[in-house]
């Protein structure tokens, strides 16, 4: 029996399995350009770095895909970066969207984007909390790259401000993202 279940798991079910609990709105769900090129992070990761992007925050997927689009014009068209700078995104609709996803190199945090991914919470978190759901989606997006192995089970979970000087992720973010598990 438990061969069979081994085998249909192979042939179709299981691989999206380690992800079931988070929402991850793709990239072509949400319009995005094609990246002017790509590199290859050497995976497992060894840093997730929490950020916010101090922007417009959304509460559904259209209107969200909408902030994730300008996100990704500014970083290509203003910053003259290759793509959107992110790993992923958080809306306070619950959803995860895939910028740079867990295999390529992103533009986040200076000095560590080769060793590590970056999330970030759509909008500005220095006096207000993301949505638990927002959180919740972070922490589970987390759990299902340590269980891809895109990330390492050693994983060290830091914020922007961490590594360089700046104020992100927000005061408040960066308070609760340091109760989580590995920072
Ligand atoms: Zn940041």
Redesign the pocket.
Known sequence: MFKIILAICFAVACKGDECSDVTIVSRSDWGARAPKSTSQLSLPVKYVFI??TDGRACTSQSSCSSVVRGIQNYHMDDRGWDDIGYSFLIGEDGKVYEGRGWDRVGA?TRGYNDVGIAI?FMGNFSNIKPKQIALDAAKNLINCGVRLRKVSTTYILRG?RDMGT?T??GDTLYAEIKTWPHY
């Open positions: 950020h916010h986040h970030s922007h700046t992100c992720p």
